[in-house]
């Protein structure tokens, strides 16, 4: 095998497949290390992790949009129309956190995330009225997009028919963050992303002139006459940001946890019998395959982890999928256990000031997604003729596709 320094690379087609045993060598051997290819320092130990998380003043999420190569001129000259930084929550240090945080803390309350179970449940089950009597489906472009996709429209307040349009610019950003596509499609990506900042400029406007009870109307600006301690760009991009997390944590929930469990029939078997047992086991999934691979982080000043020293003015990435396999932290990290008692200390949600803000929604709708499932579709199964085909993404970790049957 090459060096791991030449040889990371999330969308080689065997790290798509299965990129444990690298993440088991690269802690073992080098578990902070310079990537070439993607000009990154690469932290891959639970405890770097946590360190790297909790430490804003050394390493900073101010622009992790911006922490990528250099892009082309073309995809620079796309991007010109687009505001100077992109400012949202995630990519936010104190003070600048605790204050767009706040906002979110009454867009996402828990009283208002609770009264989302209904409308969740009904979305599920008209999703899978859709397909039911087919006998077989691709789960995640007929159910795991559109599931969390819909709910994160309702929230927002803009229309379900505007999700695919809007997933498709959202996986436009997506990729301009690790820019590694081919550069006519960076080109393209770039304006998706300048398209879906101008629709919630637009949006933001139309509450300005007429509120609603939805969030977006909560991130309207003081300055535009809303109550948030925004700037219009904070505003437009915690929307952006919203809209894009609020859907991508759960269609990789829903589709890696759904692979697990099939593949696993005795506990596939427990769920079942027992949908009490869904909570931890979804906690577990979130361990074992982690929908957010990793985040980037800029080093502020010369830092040492794990004995290498990270240059002041370097880019750093996280990554969650590994220290979530940390022999040091999880007893048997690579076996699958919906029992097992520490799940809950998984990095997939993040850790200290920037732990995710939706979280308790995306387990809400991981949680009802495979109630209904278990509940409607009988004998669910993977489908032996057809593949599983994995996202070709830097920073997600799920599937495009995923082929399952069950009895009609």
């Known amino acids: 095998m090459n060096d791991i320094s030449t040889h990371f ?18 802690r073992r051997e080098r578990p902070v290390f310079y990537s070439p290819m993607f000009d990154l320092w690469v932290v891959t130990r639970y405890a770097d992790i946590s360190e790297v998380e909790k430490d804003t003043a050394r390493f900073s999420s101010v622009g992790a949009l911006d ?11 796309v991007l010109a129309q687009a505001y100077p930084r992109f400012l949202s929550l995630v990519q936010s240090d104190p003070p600048d956190h605790a204050r767009v945080r706040a906002v979110f803390g009454r867009a996402l309350s828990a009283q208002r995330i609770a009264a989302m179970e209904p409308t969740l449940r009904e979305t ?55 820019a590694t596509a081919p550069i006519e ?16 400029r637009e949006q933001l406007h139309e509450r300005r002139r007429h509120p609603r009870e939805d969030l977006l109307t909560l991130l309207v600006p003081q300055s535009m006459g809303g109550t948030a301690p925004l700037s219009e760009q904070e ?51 979130l361990r074992m395959e982690s929908p957010i691979r990793g985040f980037f982080r800029t080093v502020m000043a010369d830092t040492a982890l794990s004995g290498v020293t990270l240059p002041k003015g370097s880019r750093a990435f996280i990554l969650y999928a590994s220290g979530n396999r940390d022999e ?21 949600f993040g850790k200290g000031i ?12 991981g949680r009802i997604a ?39």
């Open 67 to 77: 922490a990528r190569a250099e892009p082309h001129p073309e995809v620079r000259a």
């Open 9 to 26: 690379n999330p969308m080689a087609p065997d790290q798509l497949h299965d990129p444990y045993p690298l993440y088991a060598r690269m």
């Open 370 to 408: 495979f109630e209904q499932l278990l509940r409607r579709l009988p004998g669910l199964r993977l489908r032996t003729d057809e593949a599983p085909v994995f996202r070709p993404y830097f920073m997600l970790r799920g599937f495009e596709h995923l082929p399952i049957a069950w009895d009609v």
């Open 235 to 285: 505003a437009v991009c915690n929307a952006m940001d919203l809209f894009a997390a609020g859907h991508e944590t759960t269609t990789g929930l829903i589709g890696n946890g759904l692979w697990l469990l099939l593949n696993a029939p005795e506990q596939w078997k427990a769920v079942r019998e027992d949908p009490s047992l869904l909570p931890n086991a979804l906690e577990e999934v």
């Open 185 to 200: 499609q960076q080109v393209q990506s770039a304006h998706g992303f300048i398209a879906m900042e101008r629709y919630f």
């Open 354 to 365: 920037h732990f995710c803000v939706g979280a308790q929604l995306a387990k809400l709708e």
């Open 124 to 178: 599920a089950d008209a999703l899978i009225d859709g397909f039911i009597r087919d006998g077989k489906a691709d789960l995640i472009q007929r159910f795991a997009y559109a599931l969390p996709g819909f709910i994160i429209c309702d929230l927002l307040g803009v229309p379900r028919s505007d999700m695919e349009q809007l997933k498709r610019w959202s996986d436009d950003k997506t990729l301009l963050m690790s």
């Open 328 to 348: 040091t932290q999880f007893t048997e990290p690579d076996r699958f256990d919906i029992h097992r008692a520490d799940a809950k200390k998984h990095l997939a």
